[in-house]
T-cell receptor, first 119, second 115 residues
């Protein structure tokens, strides 16, 4: 398994409180992603990073921010948690973007997930 | 915007039955296509992928998928399912020029295999 550690694995918090989820990798992969998984929606991309200090928004970025100050760490922050952000959050990494005809496999390796409950 | 549709939300099969899960995507350019599987309580892992070449792709555990460009489809198949195939299956797509190679996932299909 790829060396990806998410913390915390489980968290219960109250509406309005800040929450930070951490993704740590030991693979030295350039690309890192945060997805959320909700029933009926599959996985939806929140934010991603294509290098240190290089991040961009995904399809459901409202209410979330990210930071990547080191290759190995990608932090997801909910500035003021809401009940709609109750979800399972998955971090993923990729060595290359896997562009058609380009190098690498494009495969994403996923962490174990962080279950967040906002009351 | 790119989108991925998986038509079956929940499929229930008996062991040894054949499986086909549908996946369609909306992007017209060159794409990379993936099927991921999530066993109960576990994280996602790759089943198979298509980049180019032979449109019939074989993956792990006896799964295969066929890319039909004219239909924008990438259906997953297995001739004979086992109870251990019970899981959720996700189709995913990334476009050729997609900055960061971000994958867009379908909604997922839950497969339940009865022993």
């Amino acid at each position: 398994d790829a060396g990806i550690t998410q913390s915390p694995r489980h968290k219960v918090t109250e509406t309005g409180t800040p929450v930070t989820l951490r993704c740590h990798q030991t693979e030295n992969h350039r690309y890192m992603y945060w997805y959320r998984q909700d029933p009926g929606h599959g996985l939806r991309l929140i934010h991603y990073s294509y290098g240190v200090k290089d991040t961009d928004k995904g399809e459901v970025s409202d209410g979330y921010s990210v930071s990547r100050s080191k290759t190995e760490d990608f932090l997801l922050t909910l500035e003021s948690a809401t009940s709609s952000q109750t979800s399972v959050y998955f971090c993923a990494i990729s060595e290359t973007p896997g562009l058609a005809g380009g190098p690498g496999t494009g495969e994403l390796f996923f962490g174990e997930g962080s279950r967040l409950t906002v009351l | 915007a790119q989108s991925v549709s998986q038509h079956n939300h929940h499929v229930i099969l008996s062991e040894a039955a054949s499986l086909e899960l549908g996946c369609n995507y909306s992007y017209g350019g060159t794409v990379n296509l993936f099927w991921y599987v999530q066993y109960p309580g576990q994280h996602l892992q790759l089943l198979l992928k298509y980049f180019s070449g032979d449109p019939l792709v074989k993956g792990i555990k006896g799964f295969e998928a066929e890319f039909i460009k004219s239909k924008f489809s990438f259906n997953l198949r297995k001739p004979s399912v086992q109870w251990s195939d019970t899981a959720e299956y996700f189709c995913a797509v990334t476009a050729f020029y997609n900055q960061g190679g971000k994958l867009i996932f379908g909604q997922g299909t839950e497969l339940s295999v009865k022993p």
